[in-house]
């Protein structure tokens, strides 16, 4: 069984375009992440979802939108999308929020933006 | 803020010999440290963490680590490689702040050669 799985695993797509990645994890976890790792993988937090409620917000462009129908679910939507969108997206869980609760990833989608 | 370096780009190595891949961070309060893994076109593993007691931590494959709170390292070791350890290596750290503050190191590539 996947932990958190997350879907499609590749995605490739025109400028302009919109798309939604969704993220399900199975782990009965109270916390969710999405994170972007650019080509250079370097590894960036965007959001942060606690019991349905967004509890961290990263400076990212509100053509980026999260939602989380319930915790065990956090999709993202992506609007007009650009060039500079291409990257790897990581979805992941935690326990909850307290500093020493390991991360469970996803095995990421990778956005090709043309 | 909590920030985090890991030294080296890239660390080439031959199979059987020992490996140390170098974290240090910079906080002004208690941390919590963590090594993952990531393994080509997959997500991220924990391989282990420190929280708190004992300084010198066991994690998955072998691995362990040493936490030097007064050189603010957090260096990851290997007695003897394999080829399948080959895959990047991240550091993080977070802070009481919460696991949703988990800041990452850039990566480093451990490759081993046969």
């Known amino acids: 069984d996947t932990a958190v799985s997350q879907t499609p695993k590749y995605l490739v797509t025109q400028m302009g375009n919109d798309k939604s990645i969704k993220c399900e994890q199975n782990?009965?976890?109270?916390?969710m992440y999405w994170y972007k790792q650019d080509s250079k993988k370097f590894l960036k937090i965007m959001f942060s979802y606690n019991n349905k409620e967004l509890i961290i917000n990263e400076t990212v462009p509100n053509r980026f939108s999260p939602k989380s129908p319930d915790k065990a679910h956090l999709n993202l939507h992506i609007n007009s999308l650009e060039l500079g969108d291409s990257a790897v997206y990581f979805c992941?869980?935690?326990?909850?929020?307290?500093?020493?609760?390991?991360?469970?990833f996803g095995n990421g989608t990778r956005l090709t933006v043309t | 803020a909590q920030s985090v370096t890991q030294l080296d780009s890239q660390v080439p190595v031959f199979e059987e010999a020992p490996v140390e891949l170098r974290c240090n961070y910079s906080?002004?309060?208690?941390?919590?440290l963590f090594w993952y893994v990531q393994y080509p076109n997959q997500g991220l593993q924990l391989l282990l963490k420190?929280?708190?007691?004992?300084?010198l931590v066991k994690g998955i494959n072998g691995f362990e680590a040493e936490f030097n709170k007064s050189q603010t390292s957090f260096h990851l070791r290997k007695p003897s490689v394999h080829i399948s350890d080959t895959a990047e290596y991240f550091c993080a750290v977070t802070d009481g702040g919460g696991a949703q503050k988990l800041v990452f190191g850039q990566g480093t590539r451990l490759t081993i050669n046969p």
């Open positions: 906080s002004s309060v208690s941390v919590y």
């Open positions: 782990l009965g976890h109270d916390t």
């Open positions: 992941a869980s935690s326990q909850n929020t307290v500093g020493g609760s390991p991360l469970h």
């Open positions: 420190y929280l708190s007691g004992s300084t």
